[in-house]
């Protein structure tokens, strides 16, 4: 895990959401930076910035950003090499959201994925 000298002090709903994603065995790391959280099985560059990129080939990973003032969370990227990871991060950082907070998700091109999380979580905004 890994927390920006800039992002300290991590909220609690962070900090969950943190222990949640790492908890699930593919994600090696988790970094939060302010406004922004991202896990995955694999890191690029020297800054090791995990790899979220939807269709990686071989990674595990998810990106949010973090809108504390809104109570809101956005789902930004997620992609999963290996079928079930996918529905384990999100299950993981809806898990940890407390009642007020929500989660969104801007762009969605992952022809059906979000439906299917959206009736499994229902605080999920599908825009």
């Not at 895990?1 to 800039?6: D, L």
């Not at 900090?15 to 970094?31: G, T, W, Y």
């Not at 020297?46 to 595990?60: L, N, Q, W």
């Not at 809108?67 to 997620?78: G, R």
Request: aromatic share 6%; charged share 25%; proline share 6%.
């Amino acid at each position: 895990m890994v927390i920006s000298r800039r992002a300290r002090p991590v909220r609690p709903v962070v900090m969950r959401i943190v222990e949640n994603l790492a908890a699930i065995e593919a994600v090696r790391i988790v970094k939060v930076t302010p406004g922004f959280l991202s896990a995955s099985s694999e890191t690029s560059g020297i800054r090791r910035c995990p790899v979220t990129k939807p269709g990686h080939p071989t990674a595990v990973g998810v990106s949010l950003i973090l809108d504390e003032e809104h109570k809101a969370i956005l789902f930004y990227e997620i992609t999963s090499a290996v079928k079930g990871y996918g529905s384990r991060m999100v299950d993981a950082v809806m898990s940890a959201l407390p009642k007020g907070w929500r989660a969104v998700v801007v762009m969605d091109w992952s022809g059906g994925f979000w439906k299917v999380m959206r009736q499994r979580h229902r605080r999920i905004m599908i825009l």
